[in-house]
């Protein structure tokens, strides 16, 4: 065999043999050939996949879109948010299209230094409140600040289409930068109720995501947007506290599902017991992490399925 069709022959083995990954950015279009033997797969799939993580008391969900683009909502309180995203994302892949952090609360952002560091993020997005002073929170701006990102801080009402869905960012409706907390007419309401809340759509169906949301701003989008609050997956508000999840706020949810992230045998005593029997009365069917690990939803042709076994 002559010495240059041998080389060929070399590479061809060589090329067939290594697990590659082709990825067009236009078209999403991505290809994993493990061998010479195996089958083209593209990501675009006709489903929407959402996992609520079992990341102990603290908050963590992670979205991919028929188009393949991740999403990151929120990032635990510390490292064990990576090996969370290894149980949703290939080794190989170290792109995260958008990071979204609710509020600043440590069970929240903690773990979002780990994630910066680990993965090139592209979008995020924040309610831009600062704690200046918190060294753990300067750390993690810090880090933000350093990551080659686009960020956008929520300060108003916006739509964006995201993989052929449409995320609905409600609230914060105006800026909540002024300080630490912020005021609807003369009460006070701190950090949770500054968190980002949104309602995504695929399909025919909705998901609401509420941070760490409590019954002051539940009642202020109740006034304000009550029409835009309707999902059939509701992101319980903090963790399933009593001081959350009001009656009149789930009478205008209406959700099918209810998931209270949280931690096993947490100090706070969450979840609520009323919370619970509200959820209950509201025909919501509780899922809680603590109990179920990891929950999974697929929505796919205006249908709902709960993935968990």
């Known amino acids: ?41 593209e990501s675009k799939k006709e489903n929407l996949q959402i996992t609520f993580f079992d990341i102990g008391q603290g908050d963590a969900s992670f979205i991919e879109f028929p188009t393949g683009e991740q ?30 952090v609710t509020h600043p609360d440590s069970d929240h952002y903690g ?20 704690k200046f002073g918190d060294s753990v929170w300067e750390s993690f701006w810090r880090t933000v600040q350093a990551e080659d990102a686009v960020y956008y801080p929520v300060n108003q009402p916006a739509v964006w289409e995201v993989g052929s869905s449409t995320i609905h960012y409600l609230y914060p409706d105006h800026s909540v930068v002024s300080s630490t907390a912020f005021v609807h007419g003369q ?18 169906s909705s998901v609401l995501f509420t941070g760490d949301m409590e019954n002051e701003l539940e009642q202020y989008l109740i006034n304000k947007k009550r ?39 947490n100090s706070y005593g969450h979840p609520s017991l ?7 009365r509201a025909g919501a069917k509780g899922l809680r992490t603590d109990e179920m690990g990891d929950i999974s939803f697929q929505i796919s042709n205006e249908a709902v399925s709960l993935k968990n076994k």
């Not at 490292?79 to 990071?99: C, N, P, Q, T, W």
């Not at 950090?191 to 809340?197: E, K, L």
């Not at 508000?237 to 209810?258: N, R, T, V």
């Open 1 to 41: 065999m002559p010495k240059v069709t041998k080389i060929v022959f070399i590479l061809l083995i060589i090329t067939f043999g290594l697990i590659f990954y082709v990825r067009f950015e236009d078209g999403r279009l991505e290809v994993k050939i493990e061998s010479k033997n195996s089958v083209v797969k």
């Open 274 to 280: 009323r919370v619970l029997r509200r959820l209950e």
């Open 71 to 100: 999403m990151l909502v929120d990032c635990a309180v510390d490292s064990r948010i990576l090996s969370a995203l290894g149980r949703v994302m290939e080794f190989y892949d170290r792109d995260l299209d958008y990071l979204v």
């Open 111 to 130: 773990g979002c230094e780990d994630v910066l560091r680990r993965f090139q993020v592209k979008n995020i997005i924040y309610n831009d409140v600062k």
């Open 227 to 265: 029409e835009q609050l309707k999902s059939d997956i509701l992101k319980v508000g903090h963790h399933g506290s009593a001081g959350a999840s009001g009656k009149l706020f789930l009478e205008a949810i209406k959700p099918e599902y209810a998931v209270i992230s949280v931690g096993a045998d």
């Open 187 to 204: 009460k006070e309401l701190g950090d949770n109720n500054a968190s980002i809340v949104f309602r995504l759509d695929y399909a025919g």
